[in-house]
């Protein structure tokens, strides 16, 4: 049943240190409103929610999982298997995330969603990068829900674009996929939100490297208004 809710403006930052994905996603997002995009790293945002690309053990032992392990301390990857433990079973999908809190001021939260089942595996070929980003955006829904506006800013970095090999202008398009999911709908849970991306983005590989797409609502939803 889709239910009509009162959504507050979500501030989204880009960031990232690969001057590569930073012009990508200026192309990608010129005409999305909302969307800031600065090159640096994500550990210098303020803002509500910092999103990670992780595993799907939540091991943060790698890349931006290891630099915002060493900013945040230990404690947060102790967090995060405890939420995949409590609501996955012990494994994350990907096309889902969690959202624990980060025992800091800034960010108040952290958001991890996985682009890869392991550490380092190539996911230049897959769906990953759009599935991890609207799992992303699904969970600041989710807790905004259980609090509203506790989320109302959220920083990204190149999802996929480090160690999952992912192309700058393919990974930015993805993310813009995956963003403006979140903008037209809420989900009831993961496991929708995956079936919608993947039946809609299924042929994707065959389309040019600069073309966006968006998804349309399931048959038995409609859009957020």
């Not at 301390?73 to 990907?94: D, E, H, M, S, Y």
């Not at 829904?141 to 259980?146: A, C, G, L, S, V």
């Not at 813009?176 to 590989?205: K, M, P």
């Amino acid at each position: 049943m889709t239910v009509d809710r009162v959504v507050l403006p979500l501030k989204v930052v880009l960031t990232d240190i690969n001057s590569e994905v930073v012009e990508a996603w200026r192309a990608a997002f010129a005409d999305t409103p909302g969307v800031e995009v600065h090159r640096g790293s994500i550990l210098t945002e303020k803002v509500d929610a910092w999103v990670t690309p992780t595993n799907s053990k939540g091991r943060m032992d790698g890349g931006v999982d290891a630099a915002i392990k060493r900013h945040l301390g230990a404690g947060i990857q102790l967090r995060v298997q405890k939420a995949i433990r409590g609501g996955f079973a012990g494994t994350l999908p990907v096309g889902s995330a969690v959202c624990v809190p980060s025992g800091a001021v800034n960010p108040r939260f952290l958001i991890s969603a996985p682009t890869m089942a392991t550490s380092s595996q190539n996911v230049s070929e897959t769906l990953n990068v759009a599935l991890a980003c609207a799992a992303a955006f699904q969970a600041v829904h989710r807790q905004n829900r259980e609090e509203p506006g506790s989320i109302r800013s959220v920083a990204l970095v190149g999802m996929g674009a480090q160690t999952g090999r992912v192309p700058a202008r393919v990974c930015a398009n993805l993310m813009w996929t995956g963003y403006t999911l979140f903008n037209d709908f809420d989900f009831d849970d993961y496991d929708e939100l995956r079936a919608t991306v993947v039946a809609q983005l299924d042929d994707i590989e065959s389309a040019p490297v600069e073309q966006r797409v968006r998804i349309a609502p399931p048959a038995r939803r409609t859009a957020r208004r």
